[in-house]
């Protein structure tokens, strides 16, 4: 009987094995089928794949600690922040973001309108010129509208010595330290955004169908209201997404000027080291954040408009008659408040501050940090940058879809949440690199990546794949591909895009501002120390040196557009 048991038993054994080893490569190649269908056919090889999987995990990390302990920061803190501080801000950053995104597109669209399809004096220099604010940050712009319209300011001055003025309008009305102040210089320093896109959509409008609507008898007015701007809508909810994030994002303008929205907010909480109520109220705002790129989104499918005809003319300029002068007026106006006032006023303090002695060694010191921080940081993204856009153009799956939408994570919020969540990761879980420099470039790599992935992916789309498959039939892995034959074949795209993650860099005060080290001050953040003391003559060449670097991207902006 035991025998014949155990021999049961062992032909049981022997079926099991049998069936185990069918099974086995049936399970291996079901899932290597999965994993061949999910890329297409063209799977990666592991080391690009982990070398982009890691990158998208690093850029993603701040939200996500900041979103988990806003989570945990106790139901009385939530519930003593909703009953006034949250309603309160929310009603101040919604009314200026509102108002500053609608003001800058009426600016925008008139401008490019005048710029491009008007006959207005000088229009080919007007184009460049009006994009010139992009130059000027606008934490530097508000220093200078406070040396001109602040309680000890120009107009101050000229208001008293000017009897009339006080007769009519009172002992000085103009305060920049309002809703309005801030109001105008943040539309002062992004109206360029609309009026960037909205030009070039013009440029490209086709006449065909103006002529058709003046056949029909309609005149100019007509025809923008109905023919042109429903081609420009695309245009307008582009620049207006790009200024609603931006207002959204700002901390040094808002800081200038005493008005507190959310990014001001979670800044104070922060130095005031209550780091969960500043949580609370990053995950508010990272919910407006995404709030508003779902709606554009949505907009953005359900309005299309296409030109169909084949028949390309180019748009006529239009004739401004007898308003020439009261056009030009304005397109004048709006240039000397954004660029010439603030150049000249800073201009004019930085001869007061050489003259002063303001150029020394502390000032070569604050412009090595920043030079030092910002190469650091752009050459990480340069590096960091390749496999996510390789992996997205030459093995598009789900995979290098989330890894790149992950990357855009840090670019799309402000920077106060980005440092927020730099300074509880490396506070609690890397303290070795807490208060170094490094974590300030890493974070400028989270805010800034997107930057380098966009001018590299430009130049990528150009490289015909057939390259990349002819450097893997000779035996080249699809990291030594990327490595050895794509990123020198694009590497003027990539410098480009290291570019502009320095310059933004050096531009960034409020991650400077958080998780810079004792010490380690750099351009933005002196201007903003040196400006709130009222020391404009320290201040203002480290703001003009900025505004100098800072047209390196408009160079490239004035290309793309």
Not at 84 to 109: E, H, K, Y
Not at 268 to 280: E, H, I, L, P
């Amino acid at each position: 009987m035991d025998k014949d048991n155990r021999q049961k038993s062992n032909q049981n054994e022997k079926h099991n094995a049998k069936v185990g080893e069918e099974t086995s490569p049936t399970l291996l190649h079901f899932f290597r089928r999965k994993w061949y269908s999910l890329w297409r056919g063209n799977p990666p090889g592991m080391i690009l794949l982990s070398w982009g999987v890691i990158v998208g995990i690093i850029m993603s990390i701040p939200i996500i600690y900041v979103v988990w302990n806003s989570l945990f920061a106790g139901a009385d803190r939530w519930r003593r922040l909703l009953d006034g501080r949250i309603p309160q801000l929310l009603w101040d950053t919604f009314s200026l973001t509102f108002a500053v995104t609608l003001c800058a597109l009426i600016i925008g669209v008139s401008l490019a309108w005048i710029v491009v399809r008007t006959d207005v004096p000088g229009r080919k220099h007007w184009q460049w010129l009006m994009a010139l604010p992009l130059v000027i940050p606008p934490y530097v712009g508000a220093v200078t509208y406070i040396i001109v319209f602040g309680p000890s300011g120009w107009m101050r001055d000229f208001w008293r010595d000017t009897p009339w003025l006080v007769d009519t309008f009172g002992n000085y009305p103009l305060n920049i330290y309002s809703f309005w102040g801030v109001f105008f210089v943040l539309t002062m320093f992004t109206y360029p955004y609309v009026f960037l896109i909205a030009s070039a959509s013009l440029r490209k409008m086709n006449r065909n169908f103006e002529e058709v609507a003046r056949s029909q008898g309609m005149n100019t007015s007509q025809i923008f209201w109905k023919v042109n701007l429903p081609f420009l809508r695309p245009a307008i909810g582009a620049g207006a997404i790009l200024i609603s994030l931006y207002v959204l994002s700002d901390f040094g303008a808002i800081a200038m000027l005493r008005y507190v929205t959310f990014t001001a907010a979670i800044y104070f909480q922060q130095a005031s080291f209550d780091t969960a109520a500043a949580s609370v109220l990053s995950l508010v705002l990272i919910i407006l954040t995404v709030g508003i790129l779902w709606i554009e989104s949505r907009t953005r499918r359900k309005n299309k408009y296409y030109q169909t005809t084949n028949s390309y003319k180019v748009p006529d300029t239009l004739p401004l008659g007898k308003w020439k002068p009261f056009t030009l007026l304005y397109v004048i106006v709006i240039f000397f408040l954004s660029v010439i006032l603030p150049i000249a006023v800073l201009i004019y303090w930085s001869i007061v501050g050489i003259e002063r002695g303001a150029i020394d060694e502390r000032f070569f010191g604050f412009a090595w940090n920043s030079l030092k921080v910002s190469g650091f940081a752009a050459l990480l993204c340069m590096v960091l940058a390749m496999p996510i856009i390789y992996l997205k153009s030459r093995y598009p799956s789900v995979i290098s879809s989330a890894i790149d939408k992950l990357s855009y994570a840090g670019y799309a919020l402000p920077g106060v949440i980005v440092a927020l969540g730099f300074v509880f990761i490396f506070n609690n879980h890397i303290p070795w690199l807490y208060n170094t420099f490094y974590m300030v470039a890493l974070a400028f790599v989270v805010r800034f990546l997107p930057q380098a992935m966009q001018a590299g992916e430009a130049s990528l789309s150009l490289v015909s794949p057939r390259i990349d498959e002819a450097a893997r039939s000779l035996g080249y892995p699809p990291w030594k591909v990327m490595i050895k034959v794509i990123i020198p074949t694009i590497l003027p795209g990539v410098l480009a895009g290291g570019a502009l993650v320095f310059v933004s860099s050096i531009k960034e005060l409020p991650a400077t501002l958080m998780l810079r080290p004792p010490g380690f001050d750099t351009l933005a953040v002196r201007v903003y120390y040196e400006a709130s003391e009222a020391l404009y003559h320290q201040a203002a060449p480290a703001a003009l040196l900025i505004v100098l670097v800072s047209i390196i991207p408009l160079r490239y902006l004035l290309k793309k557009y």
